[in-house]
């Protein structure tokens, strides 16, 4: 019975304790899966700057952690890697719906871009999109139907068919479908795709973000791969929020504000890009020219005509991924 | 119950080394096969951890686990399984006396009740948690109105260890409480002990190693728990990350020493547990087997 009781009464103090750990001065960052080494520095520099600041991180897949925050994870400001699930947290009513009016660059101070990594010395030859509908190219990315890294390839895919046989849809829908036979495996999530291509030593190629295929040829050594960048790309935005319902109650608004401040001045913009991505002052962008080369980047706008369209015709059920990953 | 001296007499403790009537060769291939198991199963994965955890050298194994966020997922870790498994022992303990001891209505509902845990897969016991306590959840505005948190904070974790973890302590003790009867309860009883004293000084003495082996495996769950546990935490560093969490993100971020180095720190717990499980029952074999029926 004293063992139940000193229990209920642990159990009691956390609750009233967890509740209190909001303060004005301390930010929750909800953040997308493989982003915390990219953020640890932001903070710290951010911290630097301002003394007394606590800013706790949290990393999960992009979409989880959307619904996560629905779920009432008390996130005061989000930096997650799909425009869409910020949408869901406009829906949910926790994201005011201008966001992207709320900061520079429709809120993406960062950005990046399906892009390839071969192994090395590119054995096949793989130069473009072209290359991957070969029949002797094994193509590696995970299931476009649970993961947001592969949307984005596969969405970028099919632009580059949509302008090389201009606009013909029969013609797209056979490249798409030749490109999915060359799969021989669909992983769930970025990281299992990384690790069929590079630790079993599956497929010719790994299309996977440019900042992600930097990290891998980091920690598994740069002699081993080569990074390939296509000639047209899609522009993948990596959306940054307050959610405002979360920082009112907490009393974090200003701050959280100038957090996301932070990212788009030229010392933050600095991290962002010696992590592999793009970012948007020229200064910067210049500085690391040489580690990002020139490519046509395409939006989800122009090519599609928005999110809500691509949502509707490609990914919705029956729609155009499911018709081509079905033939397979 | 009967004392150890007359239940040694009894039959069914005989047959335990009686009739081997297998060949020699079949008992050799039947042991091959399990020793092959064992090693591929349960050895390979044991050495693969502590290989990768050590294969940048030792000082990048202590450096991985000093860092604070696994310090502190160590911490919370130890927090959570230190509230869980003392709830679940006396829960174990009520529920295996109630069923064990007692007739009523709805006896076989309850004992279905308590093995549910391990019949649901953990990741919907988490969802159920956020289906309940969730913003958009049946008690959720009323947690908000209160400035109650329960998700995504270490309450909804120690929730989702307890739930998962519960049928281990009665599940070891309901089968050893039905064989050992009432008998010596009533006996005790009749010479005028009270209820309390009972319990302590006849019943826990009777049941104590099943409780123990019930605790040990309640602590061991409590600790390596996933699934449950990662619907319900957020995942925010140095807060609501358990080692088995920790260990995914590490992995995640290609920081495989540090994945591993965790992991390790787990699998340790899981050796040292089989380590004292052998010992008790080597110290205390006979006793066990008295008490433990079997």
Redesign the interface.
């Known amino acids: 019975m004293k063992r139940f009781l000193l229990g209920a009464a642990a159990l009691a103090t956390l609750f009233l304790a967890s509740s209190g750990a909001w303060s004005a001065d301390r930010l929750l960052n909800a953040s997308y899966d493989v982003g915390r080494e990219l953020f640890a520095e932001v903070n710290k520099a951010f911290v630097a700057e301002h003394p007394g600041v606590t800013i706790d991180q949290s990393h999960a897949g992009s979409s989880a952690q959307a619904r996560a925050i629905a779920e009432g994870l008390g996130a005061d400001v989000v930096t997650l890697n799909q425009v869409i699930d910020v949408d869901f947290l406009v829906k949910k009513g926790l994201v005011s719906a201008d966001w992207q009016k709320d900061f520079p660059d429709n809120a993406s101070p960062f950005y990046s871009l399906p892009s390839f990594l071969v192994r090395a010395g590119n054995p096949k030859h793989i130069k473009d999109w072209n290359d991957l509908v070969r029949d002797d190219v094994q193509v590696i990315f995970p299931n476009p139907k649970t993961s947001g890294n592969a949307r984005y390839t596969y969405l970028a895919a099919t632009a580059y068919a949509k302008e090389a046989f201009k606009g013909d849809d029969a013609k797209v829908k056979e490249f798409i479908t030749k490109l999915f036979n060359n799969v021989p495996v669909f992983d769930t999530g970025g990281r299992a795709a990384t690790t069929t291509f590079v630790q079993r030593e599956i497929g010719d190629v790994l299309i996977t973000f440019e900042s992600e295929t930097r990290g891998i040829r980091k920690e598994y050594g740069n002699d081993k791969f080569e990074q390939v960048t296509p000639s047209v790309s899609l522009l993948a935005e990596f959306p940054v929020a307050i959610v405002g319902k979360v920082a009112d109650e907490h009393g974090t608004r200003d701050l959280a504000k100038t957090y996301l401040d932070f990212l788009y001045t030229p010392e933050g913009q600095d991290i962002l890009a010696r992590n592999g991505n793009r970012v948007r002052d020229a200064a910067v962008a210049a500085k690391y020219k040489d580690q990002f080369p020139d490519v046509r980047l395409l939006t989800v706008d122009d090519a599609f005509g928005g999110w809500s369209k691509v949502q509707a015709e490609h990914f919705a059920a029956g729609g155009l991924l499911e018709q081509a990953y079905g033939s397979r | 119950m009967a004392d150890p001296e007359i239940k040694s007499y009894e039959p069914h403790h005989e047959s335990q080394s009686a009739a081997v009537t297998e060949s020699r060769p079949v008992r050799i291939v039947a042991m091959a096969v399990a020793f092959a198991f064992l090693a591929i199963f349960l050895l390979m994965p044991l050495i693969v951890v502590f290989h990768e955890a050590l294969a940048k050298g030792i000082g990048a194994y202590s450096e991985a686990l000093a860092s604070s966020d696994t310090r502190s997922a160590i911490r919370l870790t130890l927090l959570v399984a230190?509230?869980s498994v003392?709830?679940n022992?006396?829960f174990g303990i009520s529920a295996a006396w109630a069923i064990a001891k007692f007739e009523f209505k709805g006896k076989a509902f309850l004992t279905t009740l308590i093995d549910l845990p391990f019949s649901v897969s953990p990741v919907i016991s988490g969802l159920v948690y956020?289906l309940l306590?969730?913003?958009?959840?049946v008690l959720?505005a009323w947690l908000?109105a209160h400035?109650?948190?329960?998700?995504?904070?270490?309450?909804g974790i120690?929730l989702a260890t307890v739930f998962v973890t519960f049928p281990f302590v009665a599940r070891e003790l309901i089968p050893l409480m039905q064989e050992q009867g009432n008998g010596d309860e009533e006996a005790a009883l009749s010479l005028g002990a009270n209820g309390w004293q009972t319990f302590w000084y006849v019943t826990l003495p009777n049941i104590k190693w099943g409780l123990l082996y019930g605790v040990l495996l309640c602590n061991a769950r409590a600790m390596g728990e996933f699934g449950a546990v990662s619907v319900v935490s957020?995942?925010?560093?140095?807060?609501?990350n358990t080692m088995p969490l920790h260990v995914e993100?590490l992995?995640?971020?290609?920081n495989a020493v540090g994945a591993f180095a965790v992991a390790s720190l787990l699998a340790g717990l899981a050796l040292v547990t089989l380590v004292l499980k052998t010992l008790l029952e080597m110290r205390y074999g006979a006793e066990i087997a008295a008490t433990r029926g079997h």
């Open positions: 230190a509230i003392p709830l022992l006396v956020v306590f969730g913003a958009q959840g959720g908000k400035g109650v948190v329960i998700l995504f904070a270490v309450p120690v957020g995942h925010i560093r140095g807060l609501t993100i992995y995640n971020e290609y």
